[in-house]
């Protein structure tokens, strides 16, 4: 789950954190921010602005 959630946040940046919590089928938007952090670290919008900052290839911030 965790890397379709990465999928989407790189490839759809349109999709609010809200949408992707839905889709991925979390009642809130605060407990999937949970669940992410609490599995790669970092916020799913520490994520993206890692991503968009291009420090790591995006594969490996990714599969990271």
């Known amino acids: 789950m965790v890397f379709k959630a990465k999928m989407v946040l ?5 999709a609010t954190i809200q949408d992707v919590s ?3 089928g979390f ?3 605060t407990s999937f921010t ?3 952090k609490r599995e790669n670290g970092f916020t ?7 991503v ?5 290839t995006v594969q490996q911030v990714i599969l990271g």
């Open 22 to 24: 839905y889709r991925l």
């Open 10 to 14: 790189h490839y759809e940046p349109a």
């Open 52 to 56: 968009n900052a291009g420090s790591d």
């Open 27 to 29: 009642k809130d938007q």
């Open 34 to 36: 949970r669940y992410f």
């Open 44 to 50: 799913p919008t520490e994520f993206r602005q890692q």
